[in-house]
């Protein structure tokens, strides 16, 4: 792969925007997922509503950012020096930890039998959430070299010890991939993306091609009796292109916009993107619906058009305008994302394993509900500010 030259160099701060509303927007439906009584349109929508709401649109949103940061990442290795060894070993170790991280979060919500494990299992579900922190920790350089092993090898001893401390539902020991979780699915979708992106090295027109087999094996998997569900593998890898579609979207647009000699007043190639996203949805509509539960690729389609309208205008907003001061409120929250998603599973198996009651029941209703859920994420944001301060990042 080359280093593509008309690439921008700078930080793009509307991208980094995208993240932080995202991740604000991410900790604020998971807090109001167990918030009753409140309107169908701030929840999933069942699987076979044929319905989304802007809950549904969260996950395809940061699958389409991390689409979006590609580029810049490979770009930033090469114009580093980095050997494709050393980048080929990035890849694999990103993809693995958030697999990884992915079915410790599922293991510890459910599958196990409480009365044979070891450890309690809100315990064993604070350590599965907490480990990571201390292995992926970005450090200062600064850092005492022999703590910041005994704490990365240490977290990864605790990991493999609670492997074995798992008994399930059935009576074996360890864990079992039920799903993959949220990061699982990132972790699988991301491999798969960034092979392709280097094997065809980041060339738009093969990128194009990459969405529409997605979009193909996305539809043939959700086809009963095709020849893709008949084979467990192919099935598996369907389903992760599924997902992958999002991130090849987020490439795509990442290209027309940035890769480029000149910037374009319009960017026609960007509108016309959009509307075909929305085009292809409408019309596989009537033979799968829309289902992020089923992962559709309606779903995946009209995600990929909202995600490309609202990064234009902040593209718009931020980039043209210079309109940023506003975004401080969320950045915090765009610098350090995987931090701040494991953080609250770690706050919620503390309260569990020590029968901590902090929020009264009245919050977890209704109006109040929804007002506590909006207080949470933004006490998450100043957390994060306070991480990012004192070097607590993590960095796969």
Same mark, same amino acid.
């Given at each position: 792969?080359?280093?593509?030259?008309?690439?921008?160099?700078?930080?793009?701060?509307?991208?980094?925007?995208?993240?932080?509303?995202?991740?604000?927007?991410?900790?604020?439906?998971?807090?109001?997922?167990?918030?009753?009584?409140?309107?169908?349109?701030?929840?999933?929508?069942?699987?076979?509503?044929?319905?989304?709401?802007?809950?549904?649109?969260?996950?395809?949103?940061?699958?389409?950012?991390?689409?979006?940061?590609?580029?810049?990442?490979?770009?930033?290795?090469?114009?580093?020096?980095?050997?494709?060894?050393?980048?080929?070993?990035?890849?694999?170790?990103?993809?693995?930890?958030?697999?990884?991280?992915?079915?410790?979060?599922?293991?510890?919500?459910?599958?196990?039998?409480?009365?044979?494990?070891?450890?309690?299992?809100?315990?064993?579900?604070?350590?599965?959430?907490?480990?990571?922190?201390?292995?992926?920790?970005?450090?200062?350089?600064?850092?005492?070299?022999?703590?910041?092993?005994?704490?990365?090898?240490?977290?990864?001893?605790?990991?493999?010890?609670?492997?074995?401390?798992?008994?399930?539902?059935?009576?074996?020991?360890?864990?079992?991939?039920?799903?993959?979780?949220?990061?699982?699915?990132?972790?699988?979708?991301?491999?798969?993306?960034?092979?392709?992106?280097?094997?065809?090295?980041?060339?738009?027109?093969?990128?194009?091609?990459?969405?529409?087999?997605?979009?193909?094996?996305?539809?043939?998997?959700?086809?009963?009796?095709?020849?893709?569900?008949?084979?467990?593998? !192919?099935?598996? *890898?369907?389903?992760?292109?599924?997902?992958?579609?999002?991130?090849?979207?987020?490439?795509?647009?990442?290209?027309?916009?940035?890769?480029?000699?000149?910037?374009?007043?319009?960017?026609?190639?960007?509108?016309?993107?959009?509307?075909?996203?929305?085009?292809?949805?409408?019309?596989?509509?009537?033979?799968?619906?829309?289902?992020? *539960?089923?992962? $559709?690729?309606?779903?995946?389609?009209?995600? !990929? $058009?909202?995600?490309?309208?609202?990064?234009?205008?902040?593209?718009?907003?931020?980039?043209?305008?210079?309109?940023?001061?506003?975004?401080?409120?969320?950045?915090?929250?765009?610098?350090?994302?995987?931090?701040?998603?494991?953080?609250?599973?770690?706050?919620?198996?503390?309260?569990?394993?020590?029968?901590?009651?902090?929020?009264?029941?009245?919050?977890?209703?209704?109006?109040?509900?929804?007002?506590?859920?909006?207080?949470?994420?933004?006490?998450?944001?100043?957390?994060?500010? *306070?991480?990012?301060?004192?070097?607590?990042?993590?960095?796969?």
């Amino acid at each position: 792969m080359k280093i593509k030259e008309n690439l921008y160099n700078q930080r793009i701060v509307s991208i980094d925007a995208l993240r932080g509303i995202t991740i604000f927007i991410m900790i604020f439906v998971n807090e109001l997922a167990s918030v009753k009584n409140v309107p169908h349109w701030m929840k999933h929508m069942p699987a076979e509503a044929d319905a989304m709401t802007f809950v549904d649109v969260v996950f395809p949103a940061f699958l389409f950012i991390v689409g979006m940061s590609i580029p810049f990442a490979f770009n930033a290795r090469l114009i580093k020096g980095d050997s494709p060894k050393t980048i080929w070993g990035h890849t694999l170790k990103r993809a693995l930890a958030l697999i990884i991280i992915g079915v410790f979060m599922v293991n510890a919500e459910y599958g196990y039998d409480a009365a044979k494990m070891l450890i309690a299992p809100a315990f064993w579900g604070l350590l599965a959430y907490a480990m990571p922190i201390p292995i992926w920790n970005k450090y200062p350089k600064d850092f005492s070299i022999w703590l910041k092993y005994t704490l990365q090898y240490g977290g990864m001893l605790v990991l493999i010890a609670l492997y074995f401390l798992y008994v399930q539902d059935t009576g074996e020991i360890g864990m079992t991939p039920k799903w993959w979780g949220i990061l699982g699915l990132i972790g699988w979708a991301y491999f798969f993306t960034v092979v392709y992106y280097w094997l065809v090295c980041g060339k738009l027109w093969a990128m194009i091609v990459f969405l529409i087999v997605c979009v193909t094996a996305n539809a043939f998997n959700l086809t009963e009796g095709s020849i893709i569900q008949q084979s467990s593998w !192919a099935s598996f *890898i369907a389903g992760h292109l599924t997902h992958a579609s999002l991130i090849t979207t987020g490439v795509i647009i990442s290209l027309l916009f940035f890769d480029r000699k000149i910037t374009l007043k319009i960017n026609w190639p960007v509108i016309g993107f959009a509307v075909l996203f929305f085009i292809i949805g409408y019309l596989l509509r009537p033979y799968y619906g829309i289902s992020k *539960i089923k992962g $559709t690729p309606s779903w995946t389609m009209f995600s !990929a $058009t909202i995600c490309t309208v609202l990064f234009y205008f902040l593209y718009w907003l931020m980039e043209i305008k210079k309109q940023t001061k506003w975004s401080e409120f969320i950045m915090p929250a765009a610098a350090n994302p995987l931090l701040i998603y494991i953080l609250p599973g770690v706050i919620y198996y503390f309260n569990l394993a020590f029968k901590i009651e902090i929020i009264p029941a009245y919050f977890r209703e209704g109006l109040p509900g929804i007002i506590w859920s909006l207080v949470f994420s933004t006490i998450m944001l100043f957390v994060m500010k *306070i991480c990012n301060k004192y070097k607590i990042q993590l960095h796969l």
